[in-house]
Structure formats: C-alpha cells, structure tokens
C-alpha cells in the first residue's frame, strides 16, 4: 500500500511547527533566566557581602604592591 504524497508534507509542516515552538520557549526560557540573573546580580550588588566584594576588587586594582607575573603560591621541595 502506498501513501498518499501529501501526508508526507503534513509530516513535515508538523514538525517544523513543533520545532518553531521548541526555539520560542527556548528563546523564552533564555530571556527569563538572563531576568533572574540581573535580579540576582543587583541584589548581591547591594548585600554588605557584594559591597566588600566590590570594595576588595577595587583595592586589588590600586594596590601598588604587584607580583609582577609571579605565581601567588610557590611550592619547593624540601624545607
């Protein structure tokens, strides 16, 4: 038995729409995550532990005294 040539299409249109739906919520998704995360980030931005974070960045940036490439942890064998 053969099928008719334009259930074959139906097939196609099918999950072409389903796949356009798929990239919209996806898309969706993503945008609502990207809020959340800007939510997040300000309200870390205005904790007392997000203010010493950004003080301490700050700090690190003017600070004068560089390891100028040097390692942070050195490690030797022996004592």
Do not use: H, I, Y
């Amino acid at each position: 038995m053969g099928q008719c040539p334009c259930f074959g299409s139906a097939q196609a249109a099918e999950q072409e729409r389903r796949a356009e739906e798929d990239r919209l919520e996806s898309q969706d998704a993503r945008a609502k995550a990207a809020e959340a995360a800007q939510r997040r980030q300000e309200a870390f931005d205005k904790s007392a532990a997000g203010r010493a974070a950004k003080a301490q960045m700050k700090a690190m940036k003017e600070s004068k005294t560089s390891n100028q490439g040097e390692p942070v942890l050195k490690w030797q064998m022996g004592s």
